[in-house]
Each structure stands twice: as structure tokens, then as C-alpha cells.
């Protein structure tokens, strides 16, 4: 069975500047690449109210090699040490960022002019910074969902696209998470937890009512909401027992509120439907059924069932779906891993 690459460290890093255009109706016919090119690289100030996003960027491995970039899940987690170690260095210039409001970008937390418009704007400005023609798109989960958003906007700049853990971003999908009538039917126990405490009208449809209490002034509040939805969220995640970082997170301060801030960021995009209700990603799937594509799903992934990777193949049959055997949802599972570094070697062929 594979295993990461080695560690490494990135040979660049820094901050890239996007800009702050009002794209949130985003379409095919609404940008493209010479826009982006003319008016992104530059950020305009035009009141005091304006956010001024700064993405951060590292580049690892080798930069003549083949670049590949990598989306975090989420919305809201940004990268690890470890996502750098899904690639052969050798090979791969492997490119890394935080999404907007993310991980080291700046401003933290913010859900200003955060979108997922406005996400896949920022992956073609730093396209276009590094001066890459075509790049392979690494996606997990909500990273997945991005990656498949942005390639069909901007399908001549991908080389091939290798998801994992599919989530469509229907209504469907987001609640199966976020309703009684999804994962709640096969973990009543944690379900019930969750949900405990809030009005009975919304119990059946918590969303709105968890976020309003995660992001609530009241620390007291706040923290009982976010140690009930991590313990949700750790019950649906992995195959075997709910994850260690469970209880370290909630004796790190730091930590807990690092975790905090990216549950505020996925429940802001789940109740605004990941801002891609009107253009569902199933539908525009003849855009970019010519890209070389893997799809890699864990058989038990109970955060984004198989269903969605399944439903996926059937619109996508040029796509190879490998089916994970006693897997779940997360990267880091060993059988995940393997599958996901046999893919990676194989892409290689791709240059």
C-alpha cells in the first residue's frame, strides 16, 4: 500500500493580491480569461467598506515539472504540510492556497465578496500569475465541487481533473448533513445531540439555527454549538472511530478557534446553497467531458455519499470512478491515500 511523499518544503511563497469585482451571477458568457488577465492582478478600492482579499500562494517540488494545483476541502479548512505530499516533487509543480478567508490568506474569516464565483476567479489569477497554460486540478470534497465549477468555466486551461470524496452541492447533498432526513437516520444518537436545545420548529431543518449560534456573540453559546457540530461532523467523516483531533481541539484555544472560523465559512456557503444552486454542476457536464478525469470515493463516505460520485460516472462515463473498499470520506485514510498517490503517479503520464 502507497503512503505520502516525503515532506517538503515550498521552494516560494507569498501573497497575491485578487481583485473585488461584484461576480456572484458568474457565468460562461460573464468572464473570461482577457478579463481576468486586464482587470484581476489589481485590486480596486472603490469605498472604505471594500475587502481587499490577499490569497496565499506556495509553490512546492519542481517547477518545471508538471503543475498541478491542489483545492482544499471545506469551505472554509485551507492546506496542510500534508497536501504537498500527494505528488511526486519530481515531478509535479504542485501549487497550493488558501481560498478566501482561509488558512493564511487574509483578511481571516471574512465572508465578504466570498463566493464560489469569486473562488474559481482567484484559482485563473493565480493561473495566470505563475504563467501556466494548462494545469492539472487536484480537488477533495467541497475542493471537488470547486474543481469541477472551475473547469467548466475554464475548460482549456485544465489537463485532467483527479476528485475525491464527490459533493455536488445540491440541496440534496447539503442536507443529507444538515437535515433529520439524511445522515441523522443512520446516527440518531449524534444527531440528537446536535440538535438538542433548539427551537422544535427548526430541529427537522437546523441549518440557519446552528449557524446563527456558532456565530453568535455569546461565547457560551458559541462553544456549545461548535464542540455539538464537530461532534456531528467527526461521526459522519471517517470509517473507523470518530477522529483524535476531537480532543485536542477543544483543550487548544487556538486550535478550537481555527476550526471555528472554517465551520462558520461551511455553513455560510451550505445556506447559500455553495452559490452554485443556478447552475448545477450535473448539468454542464458536456463542457468538460474531453479532460482526463479520476474520481476516487470511499464506499462508506457517510459526509458525501457514494451516490454522488455514482451519479456523477453516469453523466461522465469517460471518467474513471475507483470505489474505495472499506474507506470513508478523508484523505488521510490509509486505503484513501493509496488510491490517491496511484493516481497521482499514473496522472504523470498526462504531460
Same mark, same amino acid.
Given at each position: 500500500?502507497?503512503?505520502?511523499?516525503?515532506?517538503?518544503?515550498?521552494?516560494?511563497?507569498?501573497y497575491l493580491n485578487v481583485n473585488n469585482l461584484n461576480i456572484s451571477n458568474l457565468n460562461t458568457e460573464d468572464l473570461n480569461t482577457s478579463d481576468l488577465k486586464?482587470?484581476?492582478?489589481?485590486? +480596486?478600492?472603490?469605498?472604505?467598506?471594500?475587502?481587499?482579499?490577499?490569497?496565499?500562494?506556495?509553490?512546492?517540488?519542481?517547477?518545471?515539472?508538471?503543475?498541478?494545483?491542489?483545492?482544499?476541502?471545506?469551505?472554509?479548512?485551507?492546506?496542510?504540510?500534508?497536501?504537498?505530499? /500527494? /505528488?511526486?516533487?519530481?515531478?509535479?509543480?504542485?501549487?497550493?492556497?488558501?481560498?478566501?478567508?482561509?488558512?493564511?490568506?487574509?483578511?481571516?474569516?471574512?465572508?465578504?465578496?466570498?463566493?464560489?464565483?469569486?473562488?474559481?476567479?482567484?484559482?485563473?489569477?493565480?493561473?495566470?500569475?505563475?504563467?501556466?497554460?494548462?494545469?492539472?486540478?487536484?480537488?477533495?470534497?467541497?475542493?471537488?465541487?470547486?474543481?469541477?465549477?472551475?473547469?467548466?468555466?475554464?475548460?482549456?486551461?485544465?489537463?485532467?481533473?483527479?476528485?475525491?470524496?464527490?459533493?455536488?452541492?445540491?440541496?440534496?447533498?447539503?442536507?443529507?448533513?444538515?437535515?433529520?432526513?439524511?445522515?441523522?437516520?443512520?446516527?440518531?444518537?449524534?444527531?440528537?445531540?446536535?440538535?438538542?436545545?433548539?427551537?422544535?420548529?427548526?430541529?427537522?431543518?437546523?441549518?440557519?439555527?446552528?449557524?446563527?449560534?456558532?456565530?453568535?456573540?455569546?461565547?457560551?453559546?458559541?462553544?456549545?454549538? /461548535?464542540? +455539538?457540530?464537530?461532534?456531528?461532523?467527526?461521526?459522519?467523516?471517517?470509517?473507523?472511530?470518530?477522529?483524535?483531533?476531537?480532543?485536542?481541539?477543544?483543550?487548544?484555544?487556538?486550535?478550537?478557534?481555527?476550526? +471555528?472560523?472554517?465551520?462558520?465559512?461551511?455553513?455560510?456557503?451550505?445556506?447559500?446553497?455553495?452559490?452554485?444552486?443556478?447552475?448545477?454542476?450535473?448539468?454542464?457536464?458536456?463542457?468538460?467531458?474531453?479532460?482526463?478525469?479520476?474520481?476516487?470515493?470511499?464506499?462508506?463516505?457517510?459526509?458525501?455519499?457514494?451516490?454522488?460520485?455514482?451519479?456523477?460516472?453516469?453523466?461522465?462515463?469517460?471518467?474513471?470512478?475507483?470505489?474505495?473498499?472499506?474507506?470513508?470520506?478523508?484523505?488521510?485514510e490509509p486505503r484513501i491515500i493509496d488510491a490517491l498517490i496511484k493516481a497521482t503517479d499514473d496522472l504523470c503520464q498526462l504531460k
Amino acid at each position: 500500500m502507497l503512503s505520502l511523499y516525503p515532506a517538503i518544503e515550498p521552494f516560494k511563497h507569498y501573497y497575491l493580491n485578487v481583485n473585488n469585482l461584484n461576480i456572484s451571477n458568474l457565468n460562461t458568457e460573464d468572464l473570461n480569461t482577457s478579463d481576468l488577465k486586464e482587470n484581476s492582478l489589481k485590486t +480596486k478600492r472603490t469605498d472604505e467598506a471594500d475587502i481587499n482579499h490577499q490569497i496565499y500562494v506556495e509553490e512546492c517540488g519542481n517547477p518545471l515539472g508538471i503543475p498541478v494545483v491542489f483545492l482544499h476541502g471545506g469551505p472554509g479548512s485551507g492546506c496542510n504540510e500534508s497536501h504537498r505530499r /500527494f /505528488f511526486d516533487p519530481k515531478h509535479y509543480h504542485i501549487i497550493l492556497f488558501d481560498q478566501r478567508g482561509c488558512g493564511r490568506s487574509r483578511p481571516y474569516r471574512s465572508l465578504q465578496r466570498n463566493t464560489t464565483a469569486h473562488l474559481i476567479q482567484d484559482i485563473e489569477v493565480i493561473r495566470q500569475h505563475i504563467g501556466i497554460k494548462k494545469w492539472l486540478i487536484f480537488g477533495g470534497s467541497w475542493g471537488a465541487t470547486l474543481a469541477l465549477y472551475y473547469a467548466q468555466h475554464f475548460p482549456q486551461q485544465v489537463s485532467g481533473l483527479l476528485l475525491r470524496g464527490i459533493f455536488l452541492a445540491r440541496s440534496q447533498d447539503i442536507d443529507w448533513v444538515y437535515s433529520e432526513n439524511g445522515a441523522a437516520k443512520l446516527f440518531p444518537d449524534a444527531w440528537q445531540q446536535l440538535v438538542q436545545g433548539l427551537p422544535k420548529d427548526e430541529q427537522a431543518q437546523p441549518l440557519s439555527a446552528i449557524y446563527q449560534q456558532l456565530s453568535s456573540d455569546n461565547s457560551k453559546v458559541s462553544t456549545a454549538m /461548535f464542540n +455539538k457540530l464537530q461532534h456531528w461532523e467527526a461521526n459522519l467523516i471517517a470509517l473507523q472511530e470518530p477522529p483524535e483531533f476531537l480532543a485536542s481541539t477543544t483543550k487548544d484555544s487556538a486550535k478550537a478557534l481555527k476550526v +471555528k472560523a472554517s465551520s462558520i465559512i461551511q455553513l455560510y456557503y451550505s445556506l447559500n446553497r455553495c452559490f452554485i444552486n443556478q447552475t448545477p454542476l450535473l448539468e454542464s457536464i458536456d463542457i468538460i467531458r474531453h479532460i482526463p478525469t479520476i474520481i476516487i470515493h470511499g464506499r462508506y463516505d457517510m459526509l458525501c455519499p457514494l451516490e454522488q460520485a455514482w451519479q456523477l460516472k453516469q453523466r461522465w462515463p469517460e471518467a474513471k470512478l475507483i470505489i474505495v473498499e472499506m474507506a470513508g470520506h478523508v484523505a488521510s485514510e490509509p486505503r484513501i491515500i493509496d488510491a490517491l498517490i496511484k493516481a497521482t503517479d499514473d496522472l504523470c503520464q498526462l504531460k
